[in-house]
Structure formats: structure tokens, C-alpha cells
């Protein structure tokens, strides 16, 4: 029967493979503008050290990013260690004492738990005194009724929303229902700061938060637009007086973009966006043969393999402790890096629950390289994500699937 599933697919899949081919030409050519509109010289690829005063490179990618984005700032930093790290210093950048964040995206994912304070970490937003509330969707969209009554009646600084699903079995929010919140908000509350966490979600769609009147948003650069190829970083973009604002405080106060060397990575960064159409394309079409295989076999899948894609991961649904390990490690012993690791559920940093993952990356942790990862909680989800090459994602997710069904 799987073989027979996988001798269909190239036909099956044939038409969707076509649609995101067009979604990848239109990012395509909003990117290679941004570079021609920016001016990019191979100069650009120089380093600076220290302070990182000067570094013409640096500034031209933060330039490139606000074009993409269609946004008015970026900022564009290897310090940033990994997406949360944006987000939380977007956070702290922009609340103070006594303001209220309201998710209305329920609760955030789980490595915002010690960034918020659900666990009472005396670094904390909570430990500075600022409020955090929260409004769960109803049935994977916005309980819009219940966000302009809260903006009614009281004042809040900040709306965040997450557009992935993280470890929950929501579905993630795709542009369009972006675009009518914002505009409900914006009935109520002119001032309030939209703030989207856009991490495995850049790129999917022809258009980024910020087209559809978001302030700012924040991401990973070991995500989709890394492309495979950044090693490291994050970046913030938006409104300029918003960015300039995480710039002081990722920084220093007083000297916001002026500081933060390159250390050689300019021409990776560059390099990353060129190809981040093209690298989140192969791994959406590995999503969709992914879904396409296991929904034939029986399993629940999110999304299924025909449904639009809003970000790069795919939930499989195992229901089975014994299963999403086996799956995970399947992946793991088939990637081209330590194939040879026997992955265990492990505590990881910023989680509750342990956490199996498998990750045989380039890039330790990278999102955008086929990695596949889950709580060891019900209903006991793999979450994959990514494939450098859709050809390498095929092969690589066959044989785990067999191992699976053997």
C-alpha cells in the first residue's frame, strides 16, 4: 500500500507543487528588487570587528529587509541567539511598567513562558510589572467580539499575535484574517502597537504583516529567511520608531544601529534572503508529501496535503508515545548530519515537557533544514519543518516512513 501511495504522489501533487512555484516567483522578484532598489555591491560583503561602527554591509541588509517587508525600518542582527530572543527584546523594547500585553492568539509558545512570567522568572516582563492578558481563537480564527470589547474597555499597549501554531493543535493564521483584525483594532485603538511573531511563516504567502498594517514583526534567521545559509541571527521589522527602539535595547541606549558588528557574516545574511524563496518552497513541498503520505495512511495530519500553507511546519498526529519517538528518530538516523545519534525525549531549555528532536542540520537548531521535533505530551504530535532541497525532504521522509510501517 505505501508504495503505491508514493508512486502517486508526483501526479497527486502535481498541481499544488505548481502553485507554490508561483508564490516562490512573486517572493523572487519582490527580493531581487529590494537588492537592486538597495544598491547591494559585492563591497557590502566586507566584516567589521569591535563596535561595528561603519559597517555599510550591515546597514544595506537592514535596508533590504524594510523593502521586503514593505516596512519602513529592520534591524537585522547575528546577536540575536534565536527568534525568542527577537520577540522577548521586542517586548522589552517597547512595554513599560504597568502596560498590559494582550495575546489574542491564546497562549504563546513555550518558550515565552519564562519571557512573560507564567513561571514567575524574576527576569521576567511579569517581575517589571507588566500585565499580560490573553484571548484564545475560536475555531482557528480571532474571537473578535471579545477583542474590541476588551479594547473597549481597557487600555492596552500592546496586541501580539503568533501566526504558527507552535506545539499546539491550532491551526496557524494566515494573512487575510491578519488584515481583518487589524482593521477591527484599528476602529477601537489608533495607538495600540500590533506586534506578530512571523517565525516558519515568512515568505509562505506573497505578502508579510507589515503589508496589512501591522507595526512590527520579529523572526529567526536559522528560519525561512536564512535560507539555509545564515548561521545564526534574528530580525525585527516595522515601524521606524518601534525598531529604533529594540535597536537601543538589543544595543545601547544612545547608539541603537550604530553598534553591532558583522563579524564576517554580511555576504551569508545576503545570501540567506537571496535563496529563502526557493529554500521555503522545497520545504513546503516536503510538507505537502509529508501530509500527502501519512493522511493516505490513515493518520490525522494539520494541515492536510491539499489545504493552504500558512508556515513551513507539519503536524502529524501519532496519538502514540512509541510512534512520534520512533518517527522523530527515523528522521534523525536518515539527515545528513549525525545520522549515527540515538535521540532520546530530553528537558530542553524554555520547555515544560521533554522534548524529542531530531535536527541533522548544518546549522545546530535550523528550522529551515528538515527537522522534526514534539512533546512527549498528548496527543503526541511530530512537528516537522524545513528541507534545504525537496528531493533530499522526499527521501529522507520515505524512509523514515517505512522504518515507521515496518
Known amino acids: 500500500m505505501l508504495e503505491k501511495i508514493i508512486e502517486n504522489s508526483d501526479n497527486d501533487l502535481r498541481d499544488i507543487f505548481h502553485k507554490l512555484d508561483l508564490i516562490e516567483e512573486k517572493n523572487s522578484e519582490k527580493i531581487l528588487d529590494a537588492f537592486i532598489e538597495n544598491g547591494i555591491c559585492e563591497t557590502d560583503f566586507n ?65 515565552l513562558d519564562s519571557v512573560i512570567g507564567f513561571n514567575d522568572n524574576p527576569s521576567s516582563l511579569k517581575a517589571f510589572n507588566v500585565n499580560y492578558k490573553e484571548i484564545p481563537l475560536i475555531n482557528n480564527d480571532f474571537d473578535y467580539d471579545k477583542i474590541v470589547n476588551t479594547l473597549q474597555k481597557e487600555k492596552i499597549k500592546m496586541i501580539a499575535i503568533q501566526r504558527s501554531k ?143 500553507r500558512v508556515d513551513i511546519v507539519q503536524n502529524i498526529i501519532f496519538e502514540d508515545p512509541d510512534k512520534l519517538i520512533n518517527y522523530v528518530r527515523n528522521i534523525q538516523a536518515n539527515s545528513k548530519i549525525d545520522s549515527n545519534a540515538i535521540i532520546e525525549p530530553s528537558d530542553m531549555p524554555g520547555y515544560e515537557d521533554k522534548i524529542i528532536m531530531a535536527s541533522g542540520s548544518f546549522t545546530q537548531g535550523s528550522s529551515i533544514e528538515l527537522s522534526c521535533d514534539g512533546p512527549i505530551r498528548p496527543p503526541f504530535i511530530a512537528y516537522q519543518q524545513g528541507s534545504l532541497s525537496y528531493k533530499y525532504g522526499k527521501i529522507i521522509v520515505t524512509r523514515a516512513i517505512r522504518d515507521l510501517c515496518k
Open 166 to 308: 507552535g506545539y499546539s493543535t491550532r491551526e496557524s493564521i494566515d494573512i487575510d484574517k491578519i488584515a481583518k483584525v487589524v482593521e477591527k483594532i484599528r476602529k477601537i485603538d489608533k495607538d495600540v502597537i500590533i506586534m506578530a511573531d512571523n517565525c516558519y511563516c515568512e515568505l509562505v504567502s506573497t505578502r508579510e504583516p507589515t503589508e496589512v498594517g501591522v507595526d512590527i514583526c520579529a523572526g529567526s534567521l536559522i528560519k525561512n529567511l536564512g535560507g539555509g545559509i545564515a548561521p545564526n541571527g534574528g530580525y525585527i521589522v516595522g515601524k521606524a520608531s518601534l525598531v529604533k527602539l529594540c535597536a537601543e535595547r538589543l544595543n545601547v541606549p544612545g547608539q541603537d544601529f550604530e553598534v553591532g558588528p558583522s563579524l564576517g557574516q554580511n555576504k551569508s545574511l545576503l545570501q540567506g534572503i537571496y535563496f529563502a524563496p526557493m529554500i521555503v518552497t522545497n520545504a513546503l513541498k516536503t510538507a505537502v508529501y509529508t501530509s500527502y503520505i501519512f493522511e493516505k495512511l490513515g493518520y490525522k495530519v494539520s494541515p492536510k496535503y491539499n489545504d493552504d
Open 47 to 111: 566584516s567589521t570587528t569591535g563596535y561595528g561602527y561603519n559597517d555599510l554591509g550591515r546597514d544595506k541588509i537592514e535596508k533590504v529587509f524594510a523593502s521586503i517587508f514593505k516596512a519602513e525600518s529592520s534591524l537585522v542582527r547575528s546577536q540575536f541567539i534565536s527568534g525568542t530572543h527577537a520577540i522577548a527584546t521586542t517586548f522589552f523594547a517597547l512595554l513599560r511598567p504597568g502596560d498590559t500585553l494582550l495575546s489574542i492568539t491564546g497562549r504563546p509558545y513555550d518558550t
